[in-house]
């Protein structure tokens, strides 16, 4: 007689004979409950048993311990544990197809945020451009940032496709917004500003030279979400990605630019210098791009408000240019201190705030409703 174990998802491996069977549990590849089906039979059994059967005592000698049972109370040994998991560490194809889509898109995200940074490289290696690789990994660091988002705030009714619009959108014409704004406030003008010895005039630079237009230029892709009246979550999360697009562009122009200048002021490169241009090449494609996210969140949470109240938009509206104008620019005043990191944790609670304090928002227009 033959026999099938049965693993734990019911697959049938073998057959084998009784005395192989025996030789495993000896060698501890299986245990003695572990689960065998005869050839030709439908009904699982214990493996004790069927070595039981086997071993039963003959010639008037009931008091024979068998082998199954002398080779059970013995410990297992390393190697032992060791080859019980080895058909279990090998990669069958079977089993590769048997894993659920949902696990296989973990895969694929798992291997993209770990091995991107090293096709990278390799792409740099190969062809010594340099430029499409700043690119890959502001657009990589981007991509993490979105995940995030997403796995943070859950919004129900988000598209990839109009995701990835409102991120190239973002990129492409709030930058060119910012620029054709300088043709009204010339950067000459805010440079003074922003550069007074005074902190109130140098808010104040920042405020109207900068803050402002740059949040103003990054609400423009979510004016062509404003007829599908999104949810207030939704709104903030495409925001988001609003402010992502718009700081990863802003950061990229940073590194061939603002940054050498900072790091190598006489155009001499030295280690400092160097180490200098490194961490501010990090932090305009982390930290910034999340604060630019932040504020724009903000301002998408608010005009998703506002839709709800399409009567009545005006004040959202106005809360969604002026908040996140005021913390940028508090931020940007004050960004070489820990003043600018505590504006900023400021900025991540206020966008968490905000959604808690939802459902307030909305009694202040159903109590008054003639008035915000």
Do not use: C
């Given at each position: 007689?033959?026999?099938?174990?049965?693993?734990?998802?019911?697959?049938?491996?073998?057959?084998?004979?009784?005395?192989?069977?025996?030789?495993?549990?000896?060698?501890?590849?299986?245990?003695?409950?572990?689960?065998?089906?005869?050839?030709?039979?439908?009904?699982?059994?214990?493996?004790?048993?069927?070595?039981?059967?086997?071993?039963?005592?003959?010639?008037?000698?009931?008091?024979?311990?068998?082998?199954?049972?002398?080779?059970?109370?013995?410990?297992?040994?390393?190697?032992?544990?060791?080859?019980?998991?080895?058909?279990?560490?090998?990669?069958?194809?079977?089993?590769?197809?048997?894993?659920?889509?949902?696990?296989?898109?973990?895969?694929?995200?798992l291997a993209f945020v770990g091995l991107m940074p090293l096709i990278l490289m390799l792409h740099l290696h190969t062809t010594s451009n340099l430029g499409v690789a700043i690119w890959g990994v502001a657009l990589y660091s981007s991509l993490i940032w979105a995940i995030f988002f997403y796995i943070?705030?859950?919004?129900?009714?988000?598209?990839?496709?109009?995701?990835?619009?409102?991120?190239?959108?973002?990129?492409?014409?709030?930058?060119?917004?910012?620029?054709?704004?300088?043709?009204?406030?010339?950067?000459?003008?805010?440079?003074?500003?922003?550069?007074?010895?005074?902190?109130?005039?140098?808010?104040?630079?920042?405020?109207?030279?900068?803050?402002?237009?740059?949040?103003?230029?990054?609400?423009?892709?979510?004016?062509?979400?404003?007829?599908?009246?999104?949810?207030?979550?939704?709104?903030?999360?495409?925001?988001?990605?609003?402010?992502?697009?718009?700081?990863?562009?802003?950061?990229?122009?940073?590194?061939?630019?603002?940054?050498?200048?900072?790091?190598?002021?006489d155009g001499i490169p030295t280690p400092e210098g160097a180490g200098v241009y490194y961490m501010l090449n990090i932090l305009r494609i982390t930290s910034l791009p999340f604060l630019h996210a932040m504020w724009t969140g903000i301002a998408g949470y608010f005009i998703g408000m506002a839709a709800?109240?399409?009567?009545?938009?005006?004040?959202?509206?106005?809360?969604?240019?002026?908040?996140?104008?005021?913390?940028?620019?508090?931020?940007?005043?004050?960004?070489?201190?820990?003043?600018?990191?505590?504006?900023?944790?400021?900025?991540?609670?206020?966008?968490?705030?905000?959604?808690?304090?939802?459902?307030?928002?909305?009694?202040?227009?159903?109590?008054?409703?003639?008035?915000?």
């Amino acid at each position: 007689m033959r026999y099938f174990l049965v693993d734990t998802e019911g697959r049938r491996i073998g057959p084998y004979s009784r005395e192989e069977l025996a030789l495993f549990l000896a060698r501890g590849l299986v245990e003695a409950d572990s689960l065998v089906i005869a050839e030709g039979d439908d009904e699982e059994v214990r493996l004790d048993s069927v070595l039981v059967e086997q071993d039963a005592p003959r010639h008037g000698n009931p008091q024979r311990p068998s082998e199954f049972e002398a080779a059970a109370s013995r410990p297992p040994s390393v190697t032992q544990d060791f080859l019980r998991l080895a058909p279990h560490l090998m990669l069958p194809l079977r089993d590769l197809r048997r894993l659920p889509w949902r696990e296989n898109r973990r895969i694929v995200a798992l291997a993209f945020v770990g091995l991107m940074p090293l096709i990278l490289m390799l792409h740099l290696h190969t062809t010594s451009n340099l430029g499409v690789a700043i690119w890959g990994v502001a657009l990589y660091s981007s991509l993490i940032w979105a995940i995030f988002f997403y796995i943070t705030f859950s919004p129900s009714g988000i598209q990839v496709s109009r995701g990835l619009l409102t991120f190239a959108g973002s990129t492409v014409f709030s930058i060119s917004l910012v620029a054709l704004a300088r043709w009204v406030i010339p950067f000459q003008w805010v440079v003074l500003w922003i550069s007074a010895p005074n902190v109130g005039t140098r808010w104040a630079g920042h405020l109207v030279g900068v803050a402002a237009v740059e949040e103003l230029a990054k609400l423009f892709p979510l004016y062509f979400l404003w007829p599908a009246r999104l949810r207030p979550q939704a709104m903030m999360f495409y925001g988001l990605v609003s402010g992502l697009g718009f700081g990863i562009y802003e950061g990229v122009a940073y590194q061939s630019s603002y940054n050498l200048q900072i790091s190598f002021p006489d155009g001499i490169p030295t280690p400092e210098g160097a180490g200098v241009y490194y961490m501010l090449n990090i932090l305009r494609i982390t930290s910034l791009p999340f604060l630019h996210a932040m504020w724009t969140g903000i301002a998408g949470y608010f005009i998703g408000m506002a839709a709800q109240f399409p009567r009545r938009p005006g004040g959202f509206m106005i809360a969604a240019i002026l908040v996140p104008s005021l913390l940028h620019s508090t931020y940007n005043t004050f960004s070489t201190s820990i003043a600018g990191v505590i504006v900023a944790f400021v900025t991540v609670l206020a966008l968490n705030l905000y959604v808690f304090k939802g459902r307030d928002f909305e009694r202040a227009f159903e109590r008054s409703p003639n008035r915000f």
